[in-house]
Antibody
Framework: QVQLQESGPGLVKSSETLSLTCTVS????????WSWSRQSPGKELEWIGY???????NYNPSLRSRVTVSVDTSKDQFSLKLTSVTPADTAVYFC??????????????WGQGTLVTVSS | DIQMTQSPSSLSASVGDRVTITCRTS??????LNWYQQKSGKAPKLLIY???SFQSGVPSRFSGSGSGTDFTLTISSLQPEDFATYYC?????????FGQGTKVEI
């Protein structure tokens, strides 16, 4: 059974860097693509970006200048860094496996999510 | 970016009701459309991929249809465990985008 668990600080100050880690169990992290998404209070899900098993990345253009996704295969973890955060970056951040399914690019499973609040 | 519009944004229904949720995309995407269920405080769960294919373990009362720009998620007989928020997601092109969600309430 594949499981993902996000971890990281729940409170970040404006202008600082948000850093989160997703720990994967039940499957080799080296065999799939892995993504981050977020959900701001009362808003829809927003896909942030992914890293592939080869290390290639693809980011949402709306966040590209501030986002880095990386992977540590030795620890079965992948990470998100978002720089220069503002209160608008306050959200529940989810990690997920995917996109997968060939061209159908779905995300499954997901972690439980972690709330990150950016204080001004 | 491909814009996603779900309707309704919320609905009230009873156990046993047939429920239909619609998702419209801003451009033609073939059948590159996935549906997720999210219960309060929980992670999204993939229900349907490629517009009409079931994810393993999803009850048969859920079905998806559509192609092009108009898609539908149908719950044939609503069960107590189905009260949740449902999201569509286009997988045709990056950045992958989600609908704003449809909350199904009692």
């Amino acid at each position: 059974q594949v499981q993902l668990q996000e971890s990281g600080p729940g409170l970040v100050k404006s202008s600082e860097t948000l850093s989160l880690t997703c720990t994967v169990s039940g499957v080799s992290i080296s065999s799939y693509y892995w993504s981050w998404s977020r959900q701001s209070p009362g808003k829809e899900l927003e896909w942030i970006g992914y890293i592939s098993y080869t290390g290639s990345t693809n980011y949402n253009p709306s966040l590209r200048s501030r986002v880095t996704v990386s992977v540590d295969t030795s620890k079965d973890q992948f990470s998100l860094k978002l720089t220069s955060v503002t209160p608008a970056d306050t959200a529940v951040y989810f990690c997920a496996r995917g996109p997968e399914g060939g061209s159908y690019n779905w995300f499954d499973p997901w972690g439980q999510g972690t709330l990150v609040t950016v204080s001004s | 970016d491909i814009q996603m519009t779900q309707s309704p944004s919320s609905l009230s229904a009873s156990v046993g009701d047939r429920v239909t949720i619609t998702c419209r995309t801003s451009q033609i995407i073939g059948t590159y459309l996935n549906w997720y269920q999210q219960k309060s405080g929980k992670a999204p769960k993939l229900l349907i991929y490629a517009a009409s294919s079931f994810q393993s373990g999803v009850p048969s009362r859920f079905s998806g249809s559509g192609s092009g720009t108009d898609f539908t998620l149908t719950i044939s007989s609503l069960q107590p465990e189905d009260f949740a928020t449902y999201y569509c997601q286009q997988s045709y092109s990056s950045p992958y985008t989600f609908g704003q969600g449809t909350k199904v309430e009692i």
